[in-house]
Nanobody, 126 residues
Framework: QVQLVESGGGLVQAGGSLRLSCAAS????TGWFRQAPGKEREFVAA????????YYTDSVKGRFTISREDAKNTVYLQMNSLKIEDTAVYYC???????????????????????WGRGTQVTVSS
């Protein structure tokens, strides 16, 4: 059973940067989601199986960059200009549906992802 392992989280001051890694993504369409205390899980970013397409939620556009390095079986989320409101547990997930072109699947829909990591905490302080 393939497992996903996130790393790279931590405590950073507002305006700082972190790079999250998602190991063993298995050359699948991969997404990053986050969940802040008391809030629902939300979509952050996603990358297609080929790496040719990327998707972002509006609040992170221009600040976060998702990329993949298939030789290392890893997907990254580079987070710059971090804000306090970015504080959350960040999860990576892979999707068989999105990897193989299901027309009804959406990169922003967590229900279309079938394998999840355990998450990594990102805390942004003032």
């Amino acid at each position: 059973q393939v497992q996903l392992v996130e790393s790279g989280g931590g405590l950073v001051q507002a305006g700082g940067s972190l790079r999250l890694s998602c190991a063993a993504s298995g050359r699948k369409a991969t997404g990053w989601f986050r969940q802040a205390p008391g809030k629902e899980r939300e979509f952050v970013a996603a990358i297609s199986r080929s790496g040719g397409n990327t998707y972002y939620t509006d609040s992170v556009k221009g600040r976060f960059t998702i990329s993949r390095e298939d030789a290392k079986n890893t997907v990254y989320l580079q987070m710059n200009s971090l804000k306090i409101e970015d504080t959350a547990v960040y999860y990576c997930a892979t999707s068989d549906k999105l990897s193989y072109g299901w027309a009804s699947a959406k990169f922003s829909n967590g229900l279309d992802y079938n394998l999840w990591g355990r998450g990594t905490q990102v805390t942004v302080s003032s």
